[in-house]
């Protein structure tokens, strides 16, 4: 027996949203649309991101979308700044200055012990309002939210309490135990919040899920729904060796700064003319400036590489097979084991060596150990990275192309869709 077929997603991140967080349920909302559901979006009017990829409402067209507008308190902050710190404040990167003003530090606290679960906290009300007319007036089977923002799962409580619907609370990332936390002074009394109003959603959804085996562990213990790949990415291209270009795409902060590889290609260059003349270093995506700053500094790197700025998804993939590595820099926190991003699988379509930074075993390291397409390596693990770069230069290697293939269709969003399909239906 399987349920009305129409599914309510709430999600905060929709096109035109860029960036890694729309991918997850774009994707997914166009496979349940293909094998015949009928996934509605509701999102808000005017969200606070300027992350934005016109190219994807393309993509999600038939899929109809109810907007609300959303009032963030950080709306009025900016007016008080006169809108010059809107990014800093989007992209957390005021939480990375040395030297911080009095204003930044009342926006991080404000942050941090205010807004729980976060600045999203004040849609709950009206979106809970229009999602239960929205499941009464079409009869909805299914209500997926998706986090984060974890405000978004607060609606889902308020839906379900009051129509029964099935719901499904899916965790893209950590909540209670978020590594940003700390950096946002978050009080002990306010961390004990996060973890009620998380333990409640868990409890309380039909189903639970998240993106990797340890991080589903770290839960509790709930299903997984891994990230994955469009077949529409799954090309194959040969590559010359005329020059060596290593490429990260992706918010750079200090979070993920791999401060010893720098150091590293700059040494290599000042040892090796013929590695230094063939070097390129490419980054997309929206960088620190204490980190273009450090790079700076290294004489024989600082030159080599360009920063490429936010590009569309379409031209990241574009860039991402103009490279020889693709660095994949997993947070420095010690919940780093359970990552495994939509990133990895994006350069598994491109099929060029993959270079992760992080912890050898977490879920990233079970994928990739195994398997001929890349390494996993600690971010101080200097002399491996070096030979890792080294055999990559010298014998102009490309991943197994069995081994990329493998991982690809076992993480085809058309093969993952089914997992989902299992769980939005009756037993």
Known sequence: MTRNRIILIITYYWPPSGG?????????????????????????????????????????????????????????????????DRKNVQQGLVLEKTTRSFKDKLMIWVRGNLLVPDPRVFWVRPASKKAISLVKDHEIGTVITTGPPHSMHLIGRRVKKATQVKWVADFRDPWSEWDVLDKLNTSAIIRSVHRK????????????????????????????????????????????????????????????????????????CRENQVFASKLRVRIGGIVSESIKEEIDELSELRNKIEFLGYLPHDS??????????????????????????????EYLSARRMILGLGERKSDLGDLMNPKDVGEIL???????????????????????????????????HENLVKKLEELISDE
């Open 316 to 345: 990241m993939q574009e860039e991402y097979r103009k490279c020889h590595v693709l660095l994949l820099l997993l947070n420095k926190s010690n919940n780093s084991n359970w990552i495994l991003p939509v990133k990895f699988f």
């Open 20 to 84: 890694v967080g729309v991918q997850r349920w774009m994707n997914y909302a166009i496979q349940l649309k293909n094998r015949g559901w009928d996934p509605i979006i509701l999102t808000p009017e005017n969200p606070q991101f300027e992350i934005k990829d016109e190219k994807l409402l393309e993509k999600v067209k038939d899929i109809p979308v109810v907007k609300l507008p959303i009032w963030e308190p950080f709306d009025l902050f900016h007016k008080l700044t006169g809108n010059k």
């Open 197 to 268: 109003l998380e333990s409640r959603v868990k409890e309380e959804a039909d189903v639970a899920v998240t993106v990797s085996a340890r991080l589903a562990k770290s839960f509790g213990g709930i299903e997984v729904l891994h990230n994955g790949v469009t077949s529409d990415q799954l090309n194959k291209n040969e590559l010359e060796f005329s020059n060596f270009t290593i490429g990260y795409f992706g918010m750079l902060n200090e979070f993920r700064n791999p401060r010893q590889l720098w150091q590293l290609l700059d040494q290599m």
């Open 378 to 412: 600690s971010y101080s693990e200097i002399d491996g990275i070096r030979n890792f770069l080294e055999d990559i230069f010298e014998n102009e290697r490309l991943p197994n192309d069995k081994d990329v293939t493998s991982l690809l269709r076992e993480f085809s």
